[in-house]
């Protein structure tokens, strides 16, 4: 509790300093007489004669009375050492916000362990499908298969991949595994809560926002629907264009997000995300007549990929309409069903389209490994992409999609020698810097104006004159100012 008279601190508010030392007029006297008050103490520490170290009412004289102070020295000792372990508990609590161990810094230190796995997830996904498209999987020629091959022979065989809605269908069948992991997490961080206590509270979630069990499986069949469409255009557009342009052009949805929010989530409206959303488009427009208009199918490919983008947008726009606020639970268990819907009702489509000889698949040898390799790196990624901003800033998970561009280009320029020049740089340029202008914040300005009213007092600071040096005391927190004189000295 704080007394009268103190005086807090900056970085100690809430200091309790000892008590002021009631001197009577026995003390004047023996002060005058010049007793070593503090050498007939029988214990404790000797200390001087001032306020800020009362003395104690054992402390006495055999020829004068004793002395009167309020509180004793023992209390006042006892005090003193008691808030000085609470200022260093709270000092240890809070944390210092330049030390590397501060809330912040270990954030940013999560924050850069999230971007560098989604990165590497989702260059793992679209490496793994675009390699799918290129590889020939003749059979095995050997004894054992001759028998094989003939019976084969009678009917059509090919030896290319080329099944972009069954790779679309076979990689959000692992959406299942979303509850799942979620449950072993949380049996693991609360172990006084069952399995079944966490699933009932996200249902119970659910049907407090008025979801029936109807309603809620058919929001995510549409959703469904909506998210095999996103993944079969991404995967069609892979057959089409380099790994690079189609993770460029995917980067996109940003700016589509930001749109949509702002024309049915009525977001606040900022300037630069429109500017930034023209820039973007203009990227897609470059890399869409990047190797002319005729003669190629570029410019098919770059449309399902922006359109991809687009989709993208509108499922996690159309969630957040849909679904409202939902925790980290509720997520889980909607991409959960949302697997268990894909697999429930859309193999037939794969079958037919198959049956038909729309999508061709190898005959002898199927891809399965980099079909489950791509898989995984797509769970991964998308769980990173959903809860990533639990243990960081949104900002770090965002910027994955960006930094993903110079990492597949890397590898496209090792694996496959691409050469990356003209209006194909250009546009992935221009969509990094709409990427870019999309990511800042709503009040951008306002950190414009303190970094120019920092550096204004830095140069001040610095200049050759010297007028006006602001240096902070770091042990009270107070900012010292040192005026010079003409003459150079610190007044």
């Known amino acids: 509790?704080?007394?009268?008279?103190?005086?807090?601190?900056?970085?100690?508010?809430?200091?309790?300093?000892?008590?002021?030392?009631?001197?009577?007029?026995?003390?004047?006297?023996?002060?005058?007489?010049?007793?070593?008050?503090?050498?007939?103490?029988?214990?404790?520490?000797?200390?001087?004669?001032?306020?800020?170290?009362?003395?104690?009412?054992?402390?006495?004289?055999?020829?004068?009375?004793?002395?009167?102070?309020?509180?004793?020295?023992?209390?006042?000792?006892?005090?003193?050492?008691?808030?000085?372990?609470?200022?260093?508990?709270?000092?240890?609590?809070?944390?210092?916000?330049?030390?590397?161990?501060?809330?912040?810094?270990?954030?940013?230190?999560?924050?850069?362990?999230v971007t560098f796995t989604l990165v590497a997830s989702w260059v793992t996904v679209t490496h793994c499908i675009k390699y799918l498209y290129?590889?020939?999987?003749?059979?095995?020629?050997?004894?054992?298969?001759?028998?094989?091959?003939?019976?084969?022979?009678?009917?059509?065989?090919?030896?290319?991949?080329?099944?972009?809605?069954?790779?679309?269908?076979?990689?959000?069948?692992?959406?299942?595994?979303?509850?799942?992991?979620?449950?072993?997490?949380?049996?693991?961080?609360?172990?006084?809560?069952?399995?079944?206590?966490?699933?009932?509270?996200?249902?119970?979630?659910?049907?407090?926002?008025?979801?029936?069990?109807?309603?809620?499986?058919?929001?995510?069949a549409l959703?469904?629907?909506?998210?095999?469409?996103?993944?079969?255009?991404?995967?069609?557009s892979l057959k089409i264009l380099l790994s690079t342009d189609v993770v460029a052009l995917f980067a996109t949805n940003v700016s589509c997000i930001y749109l949509l929010s702002w024309v049915i989530l009525h977001e606040q409206f900022v300037g630069v995300r429109i500017v930034a959303a023209i820039l973007c488009d203009?990227?897609?427009?470059?890399?869409?007549?990047?190797?002319?208009?005729?003669?190629?199918?570029?410019?098919?490919?770059?449309?399902?990929?922006?359109?991809?983008?687009a989709g993208f947008a509108i499922f996690k726009v159309l969630f957040r309409k849909v679904m409202g606020e939902v925790n980290t639970g509720q997520r889980a268990l909607f991409f959960s069903i949302l697997g268990i819907v894909n697999a429930t009702l859309l193999w037939p489509v794969c079958l037919a389209l198959y049956l038909t000889g729309t999508e061709l698949l190898p005959a002898h040898r199927m891809p399965w490994m980099h079909l489950l390799i791509a898989s995984v790196a797509l769970l991964v990624f998308h769980m990173g992409f959903q809860f990533g901003n639990l243990v960081t800033y949104n900002i770090f998970v965002s910027l994955a999609l960006i930094v993903a561009v110079p990492v597949s280009a890397a590898l496209d320029v090792v694996l496959y020698g691409v050469c990356f020049e003209g209006m194909k740089l250009s546009g992935i340029i221009l969509i990094a810097v709409g990427f870019s202008l999309v990511m800042l914040p709503d009040n951008w300005p306002d950190y414009i104006m303190r970094l120019l009213r920092w550096s204004r007092r830095r140069q001040r600071g610095n200049d050759g004159s010297g007028r006006n040096r602001d240096t902070v005391d770091y042990r009270t927190g107070y900012i010292r100012s040192h005026l010079r004189s003409p003459s150079g000295r610190v007044r």
């Open 1 to 113: 509790m704080a007394r009268d008279g103190d005086v807090p601190t900056i970085f100690n508010p809430k200091r309790v300093r000892a008590p002021s030392v009631i001197i009577t007029s026995e003390e004047v006297v023996e002060a005058d007489r010049g007793i070593d008050v503090e050498r007939e103490r029988p214990n404790g520490p000797p200390t001087p004669l001032s306020p800020r170290a009362p003395l104690t009412p054992q402390t006495s004289v055999s020829s004068a009375p004793p002395l009167t102070t309020q509180p004793s020295l023992q209390h006042t000792f006892s005090e003193s050492a008691a808030s000085s372990q609470d200022e260093e508990r709270q000092v240890q609590n809070k944390g210092c916000p330049r030390s590397c161990c501060s809330r912040i810094a270990k954030k940013i230190y999560y924050g850069v362990c």
């Open 134 to 220: 290129l590889q020939d999987y003749s059979p095995i020629h050997s004894a054992d298969f001759s028998m094989f091959n003939n019976y084969t022979s009678r009917f059509r065989t090919h030896h290319l991949y080329n099944a972009p809605f069954f790779t679309a269908w076979f990689c959000t069948n692992w959406l299942i595994l979303f509850y799942p992991i979620y449950l072993m997490v949380m049996l693991i961080h609360n172990k006084c809560k069952s399995a079944n206590a966490i699933a009932c509270d996200a249902f119970n979630d659910f049907k407090e926002k008025g979801f029936t069990f109807a309603r809620f499986l058919s929001r995510c």
């Open 282 to 309: 203009t990227g897609i427009a470059l890399l869409a007549y990047m190797d002319g208009i005729t003669g190629n199918s570029t410019l098919g490919g770059v449309v399902l990929a922006a359109c991809a983008a």
């Open 223 to 236: 959703f469904c629907f909506l998210w095999v469409v996103t993944i079969y255009m991404y995967t069609y």
